[in-house]
DNA sequence: GCGTAACGGTTGTTCAACAATCCATCAAGG
DNA sequence: CCTTGATGGATTGTTGAACAACCGTTACGC
């Protein structure tokens, strides 16, 4: 065994550089419509062609069904049965699934924090001091942005490689029901305070008090959400 | 819009009845084989020959290829660019991610158990009832299937179909890992009692205390999966 | 023993075809 | 007017074949 390298070692010299582990088309293809409809591109309900999207994206019909059984695995996209990719449109109970989900992940994760080392405590508190920043320059969606790598900071505490995927699908379908709210500032300017207040119980590593703010957290944000979610589209 | 029926009772009508919703060929392959690699027909490290299965399976290479994206996805089987695709062996960090993630979520569903309707909280004590009885008949694979449902129950305490459906994921990549275990009595004789200890706590509303049985139960059980799964494959 | 060049087999991707299904349109009937 | 049933066009579901790209092995030369 001497002279080689472990799977494990082997594991970690790529981590985090993507673009050196060999990716299939249909992943590319798969990613670039992810960010695509994060961003709010296609909004929900937009049906996504194969024909009109193989040829704009110039991948056959048989690559693009690859990537989008991808996207439907994690429900950024539905497939109904010989009709074809929709965009899908959140309904009530899928935004409050994805806050339980979000307060059980995260919230556990936020208890982790005494036993989290310090690098990923800071950066938590990191990401807030970005937001903060962003707010400064009255930028909002790097508000946005910096939230959500907070919250994605706050999953990462608990020290799973699939915590951290977890936290970013969910953080990733949620952003569909982001699409309702059109005044960001509104949205966001009062939790700047509660980040902050969440962040440095985390550096302390009081996990427990963290747990119990961030939980009034996210139900306040899930009730707000909810509420915006209702005004544009009353039933779904 | 009276007289018309809502998206939710609409969903609400073929909720559980899987059969009525039509489901592609690519999904059904996909279903047919995860049940394949979680029986453990394939062992780790096999490769699932495109052509071969194709055959075997009657269905085309593309189609095929489409339900290896799904199962990859889940992390049943991986690819490797150019070489194919292939039943995973765990590694050692695998076990434990796996286990990090089961400590957070099934333990902070256990918490919720005061909350939870008293339907769910008699379904995890059923599973014990289950695993007590086929104890008793020395099944010792029916155990090991009620000790799932089991902690599957545990998962849906959080009372979120996000939540069911990771659980059900997480518990099908960690068979990958008790293809180890050969001798099944030995390995789940001793949890039993704590099964029923923690299913009790759960069923009385006490979740904070069942949380903490199943955190050192969960603990416990990585352990002897990896000194198993060391007296196997030293390494990887 | 070691580098290397050719080879066979497998995957990656595309294309074309056909059956099955859905949607819109329109006609008929109460 | 509204509902029901039939028609046709468009899209998806699935297949088979084709070719390029790539990997692992084997054979060769040094």
Redesign the interface.
């Known amino acids: ?1 001497a002279g080689t390298i ?3 070692i082997a594991a970690s010299l790529v981590a985090g550089r993507p673009e050196l ?4 088309t ?1 992943e590319r293809v798969a990613g670039l419509l992810r960010t695509r409809i994060m961003e709010g591109l296609f909004p929900p309900g937009t049906r996504l062609s194969e024909e009109a999207l193989g040829q704009a994206l110039g991948v056959s019909r ?1 690559t693009l ?2 990537a989008f ?2 996207l439907c ?2 429900r950024l996209t539905v ?1 109904e ?2 009709r074809g990719i929709f965009v899908p449109k959140l ?1 009530r ?1 899928d935004v409050s ?2 806050y ?2 979000r307060r ?2 995260e ?3 936020a208890r982790c924090a005494a036993r989290a080392p310090t690098e990923r405590r800071v950066a938590v508190a990191a990401a807030v001091t970005d937001a903060e920043d962003a707010a400064a320059r009255a930028d909002w969606l790097a508000v946005r942005t910096a939230d959500l790598h907070f919250h994605q900071a706050l999953g990462a505490l ?6 951290d995927e ?1 936290m970013r699908r ?1 953080l990733a379908e949620l952003r569909l029901a982001f699409y309702a709210m059109t005044d960001l500032e509104q949205f966001h300017r009062p939790f700047m305070e509660r980040n902050r207040s969440i962040a440095e119980l985390v550096v302390a590593g009081r996990g427990d008090e963290a747990e119990c703010e961030l939980s009034s957290y996210l139900a306040d944000a899930e009730a707000q959400l909810l509420a915006a979610h209702e005004a544009i589209n009353g ?2």
Chains 1, 2 share one sequence.
């Open positions: 065994m472990s799977d494990e582990v060999a990716v299939s249909a048989n069904r690859e059984r991808l695995h994690e497939h049965m010989n309904a109970s699934d994805l339980r989900l059980l992940v919230g556990g994760a608990a020290g799973s490689d699939r915590v977890l969910a039933s779904s």
